[in-house]
C-alpha cells in the first residue's frame, strides 16, 4: 500500500485499510503530511512517477500531498474493462478505461501498457535533468510485475523466464538509465537511491506472479512471503559496496529516515504541518 512510505505510517492508521478501486469515495486526507511536503520544506524538487494508489479523485492526487508533478496511473494496471488487461475470469466492465494523468489532468485513457515503463524512466530521467541544480526527490512506482504482465517488443523473450522474466529485465533497464542520469550528471554521490516492493509475489498467478525463495506463501498473507521483500539502497560513498543488513526495515522507515537525511524535523501530530523553521 503506498500509504506506508508516504506517511509513514500503518495504511490502516491514515483511513486506507486496502487497496482503492477506481471511482472509489476515499483517498489519502489533506491532514496527513507525506514525504514530499517534509522534503519541500527543506527546498526540494518533488516528483511522483507511475502508479498512484491512494485516491483517483483529484484531491487525492500526489500533485495536492506535497509532490510539484505528477505522471502515471492513479492505480493498478488491472483495473480495467478491458478483459485483456484484467487476468481474472470476468472483468469489471464498470471500470473506465484507464487514466494517464499529468499532475491532474488526463491525457490518455487505456494506454498501451507495453509503454508505461519507458514512459515512466523518461519522465524520471526529464525531472532529474531539469532539477540537477537543486535538491530533488522522485518517487517511482512501476506498475509492473503487477499483473497483468507487459513488456516493450525489445525485451519480450529475453530472458528464461518468460513474460515475467523479460518484464524484470526491462524494470532493471530502467533503474539502470536512472542511474546513468545520475552518474552523468555527476549527481550519483549526491543521492540515494532505495529499490523495494510493496509485497511478495502473487502466487494465484503462477509463473507470472514471481516467486518468494524459501518464504511461506505470498501476496495477501501475513507468512514471511507476503511481507519480506527485496530492499537495496545505493549511496556511493556513504554505503559501502556489497554491504548487507539484517536490520528489520518496513516501508515505513523512508519518510523518518528521508527527513532526517534532509535535515527535517518530523511532525509531532498527524494533523499539524512541519513548521517553516524545521527545514
Given at each position: 500500500?503506498?500509504?506506508?512510505?508516504?506517511?509513514?505510517?500503518?495504511?490502516?492508521?491514515?483511513?486506507?485499510?486496502?487497496?482503492?478501486?477506481?471511482?472509489?469515495?476515499?483517498?489519502?486526507?489533506?491532514?496527513?503530511?507525506?514525504?514530499?511536503?517534509?522534503?519541500?520544506?527543506?527546498?526540494?524538487?518533488?516528483?511522483?512517477?507511475?502508479?498512484?494508489?491512494?485516491?483517483?479523485?483529484?484531491?487525492?492526487?500526489?500533485?495536492?500531498?506535497?509532490?510539484?508533478?505528477?505522471?502515471?496511473?492513479?492505480y493498478s494496471n488491472d483495473m480495467s474493462p478491458n478483459p485483456a488487461n484484467n487476468p481474472r475470469e470476468v472483468a469489471n466492465v464498470q471500470y473506465p478505461p484507464i487514466p494517464v494523468i499529468r499532475d491532474t489532468t488526463i491525457v490518455e485513457r487505456g494506454p498501451d501498457?507495453?509503454?508505461?515503463?519507458?514512459?515512466?524512466?523518461?519522465?524520471?530521467?526529464?525531472?532529474?535533468?531539469?532539477?540537477?541544480?537543486?535538491?530533488?526527490?522522485?518517487?517511482?512506482?512501476?506498475?509492473?510485475?503487477?499483473?497483468?504482465?507487459?513488456?516493450?517488443?525489445?525485451?519480450?523473450?529475453?530472458?528464461?523466464?518468460?513474460?515475467?522474466?523479460?518484464?524484470?529485465?526491462?524494470?532493471?533497464?530502467?533503474?539502470?538509465?536512472?542511474?546513468?542520469?545520475?552518474?552523468?550528471?555527476?549527481?550519483?554521490?549526491?543521492?540515494?537511491?532505495?529499490?523495494?516492493?510493496?509485497?511478495?509475489?502473487?502466487?494465484?498467478?503462477?509463473?507470472?506472479?514471481?516467486?518468494?525463495?524459501?518464504?511461506?506463501?505470498?501476496?495477501?498473507?501475513?507468512?514471511?512471503?507476503?511481507?519480506?521483500?527485496?530492499?537495496?539502497?545505493?549511496?556511493?560513498?556513504?554505503?559501502?559496496?556489497?554491504?548487507?543488513?539484517?536490520?528489520?526495515?518496513?516501508?515505513?522507515?523512508?519518510?523518518?529516515?528521508?527527513?532526517?537525511?534532509?535535515?527535517?524535523?518530523?511532525?509531532?501530530?498527524?494533523?499539524?504541518?512541519?513548521?517553516?523553521?524545521?527545514?
Amino acid at each position: 500500500m503506498h500509504a506506508a512510505p508516504l506517511t509513514g505510517s500503518y495504511p490502516v492508521r491514515v483511513g486506507l485499510p486496502e487497496a482503492l478501486y477506481p471511482r472509489g469515495r476515499i483517498g489519502i486526507s489533506p491532514d496527513e503530511v507525506t514525504v514530499a511536503e517534509l522534503l519541500r520544506t527543506a527546498g526540494y524538487a518533488t516528483a511522483a512517477v507511475g502508479k498512484w494508489h491512494p485516491g483517483d479523485h483529484p484531491e487525492f492526487l500526489p500533485t495536492n500531498h506535497g509532490f510539484d508533478t505528477y505522471f502515471g496511473i492513479p492505480y493498478s494496471n488491472d483495473m480495467s474493462p478491458n478483459p485483456a488487461n484484467n487476468p481474472r475470469e470476468v472483468a469489471n466492465v464498470q471500470y473506465p478505461p484507464i487514466p494517464v494523468i499529468r499532475d491532474t489532468t488526463i491525457v490518455e485513457r487505456g494506454p498501451d501498457q507495453r509503454t508505461l515503463t519507458r514512459r515512466y524512466t523518461e519522465a524520471v530521467v526529464d525531472f532529474i535533468e531539469h532539477h540537477a541544480d537543486r535538491p530533488f526527490f522522485v518517487y517511482l512506482a512501476h506498475s509492473f510485475p503487477h499483473v497483468p504482465l507487459r513488456a516493450a517488443d525489445r525485451f519480450v523473450g529475453t530472458t528464461e523466464r518468460g513474460l515475467y522474466g523479460d518484464v524484470i529485465s526491462e524494470i532493471d533497464g530502467s533503474l539502470g538509465e536512472i542511474l546513468a542520469t545520475l552518474e552523468r550528471l555527476e549527481l550519483d554521490r549526491r543521492t540515494t537511491v532505495a529499490f523495494t516492493s510493496d509485497n511478495g509475489p502473487w502466487l494465484i498467478f503462477g509463473n507470472h506472479g514471481g516467486s518468494a525463495g524459501p518464504f511461506r506463501e505470498g501476496k495477501g498473507t501475513t507468512f514471511e512471503g507476503g511481507h519480506r521483500v527485496p530492499a537495496i539502497v545505493r549511496w556511493p560513498g556513504r554505503i559501502p559496496a556489497g554491504t548487507v543488513s539484517d536490520a528489520l526495515v518496513t516501508d515505513m522507515d523512508f519518510l523518518p529516515t528521508s527527513a532526517r537525511l534532509a535535515g527535517v524535523a518530523l511532525p509531532t501530530n498527524r494533523c499539524v504541518r512541519p513548521r517553516a523553521s524545521a527545514s
